[in-house]
């Protein structure tokens, strides 16, 4: 994994097809290890969590994948309205932490701050969610759960439901799928599609996609349903929220004419859009989903820190 | 409004109507000592209608040029020495500008952490316009 020791990972536009195919070539190594060598991979290093923002998920995520390859890990993770760097600036605080890690992933509330991140530092700059922007490790993971549940991603029609305009999760994984010949569907609330500049890349890509009113019969045709959370402070008024919530609702009776195989992910922490009673069926793929996000980010680790697998 | 004819200096044409005033604030203060003719708003046979600024002895360096392209993309600017035009120049925009455009995003970092240059990405679009695109925070700015 050459090429990767000492990347910067800050948007999946950065790698190329058949890079993001090595990243999943070697998730599904690590996959098949034994967990005690798995363990062995990353001996000695440590990983800095640098959250700015609180997702306790993703940092989660990141520190399991590091103790599963052995390392070590050290970070802060800021509460909503407190401070812990309070007045320092965002050169400062990466230059520093960088002395005392090998490698940083971090989620910051302001978009391109990953990016600007990774000109201060020298050790690999993880970008973990920079404000509405970008998502790569949910993306390469998210990917990767594709790829395992489908066996494919050419061809596939993927359906996306829920707030997409301010889904950072959603942005990057659409100019992924672009790239793979997915055929996407967008159904958003109204004033809650993606944005423009996410829409401009599409067509510059050439992507296959539709924007939609959302029915339940929209289903029909679809191989994955991946569904964002609703929040209530994104919609222009209360009335419009409850009068919009329960149409976006995914249980077993908006199942009704879906594909059997139908694959449903989720990035998780869900609200009320997914039903539990939705959690049993074998198309809920959102936990199957986390545990592959898990893989990727032990990959995604292992590849920046230029460990043999 | 008539325009006078300058001896040394230069004239910018071809303003996209009421960008004058912006253009204006471009040079340093030291103009308002010279002697400066503006017109806003000139019907033009191609543009419908224009701003046009004369200025008397003064340079424009390529920096300067480049931000009044930015400004108004169909400027022309020919620069006057001995009451003749020496030289017109059609200024071009590189396809990438630092330092120049503030970033109209207010969650983009560089204005969180203003040490940073900002950095843009320039295209046309189809439309004829330029795109701004951040290329920390990938917003357009218009
Ligand atoms: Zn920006």
């Not at chain 1, 569907?185 to 500049?197: D, R, S, T, V």
Request: glycine content about 6%; charged content about 25%; hydrophobic content about 40%.
């Amino acid at each position: 994994m050459g090429s990767f020791a000492g990347r910067h990972i800050i948007d999946t536009a950065d790698l190329s097809t058949s890079e993001i195919m090595e990243l999943v070539e070697l998730a599904n190594r690590i996959q098949a290890m034994p967990r005690e060598d798995a363990n062995q991979l990353a001996t000695g290093k440590i990983l800095a969590t640098l959250f700015w923002e609180p997702s306790t998920r993703t940092r989660l995520s990141f520190e399991s994948a590091m103790f599963r390859l052995g390392g070590n890990v050290l970070g802060f993770s800021e509460a909503a309205n407190s401070s812990v760097s309070k007045g320092e600036t965002l050169a400062d605080t990466i230059q520093t932490v960088a002395l005392y890690s090998d490698i940083i992933a971090m989620r910051h509330p302001f978009e391109g701050s990953a990016l600007a991140a990774s000109t201060f530092s020298r050790v690999p700059i993880i970008n973990g969610g920079d404000g509405a922007h970008l998502h790569p490790t949910q993306t390469l993971g998210d990917t990767y759960t594709l790829l395992c549940e489908k066996g494919r991603l050419e061809g596939l029609q993927v359906g996306f439901l829920g707030d997409l305009l301010f889904g950072r999760t959603v942005h990057t994984f659409v100019r992924l799928l672009a790239r793979f010949g997915v055929k996407m569907h967008f159904f958003a609330p109204e004033g809650l599609n993606i944005p423009q500049y996410v829409r401009d890349s599409l067509i510059d890509l050439g992507a296959d996609f539709v924007e939609r009113e959302w029915t339940t019969s929209c289903i029909d045709g679809l191989d994955v349903l991946y569904v964002t959370r609703l929040q209530k402070e994104r919609f222009f008024s209360e009335e419009e929220y409850l009068r919009k919530k329960n149409s976006y609702i995914i249980n077993r009776e908006a199942l009704a004419n879906a594909k059997d195989d139908l694959l449903i992910l989720h990035p998780l922490p869900r609200n009320e859009e997914i039903s539990t009673d939705v959690d049993k069926l074998p198309n809920a793929g959102y936990f199957r989903q986390a545990e592959f996000g898990l893989k990727m980010r032990m990959a995604i680790i292992a590849a920046t820190l230029g460990v043999e697998v | 409004m008539r325009i006078e004819r300058i001896h040394n200096g230069i004239v910018l044409d071809h303003i996209k109507a009421g960008v004058g005033i912006e253009i204006l604030k471009l040079f340093p203060t030291e103009i308002l000592r010279t002697k400066i003719d503006y017109a806003s708003y000139v019907e033009s046979p191609s543009m419908t209608t224009k701003d046009i600024i004369k200025i008397e002895n003064i340079d424009v360096n390529p920096e300067t040029l480049m931000k009044l392209a930015l400004l108004s993309p169909s400027i022309t600017i020919s620069i006057i020495r001995n009451g003749q035009v020496q030289e017109k120049i059609t200024p071009e925009i590189p396809p990438v500008v630092e330092g120049v455009i503030t970033c109209t995003n207010p969650k983009c970092v560089t204005l969180r952490e203003n040490y940073l240059i900002s950095r843009f990405r320039v295209a046309w679009s189809e439309a004829g316009k330029i795109r701004k695109q951040c290329a920390y925070c990938e917003h357009i700015t218009k």
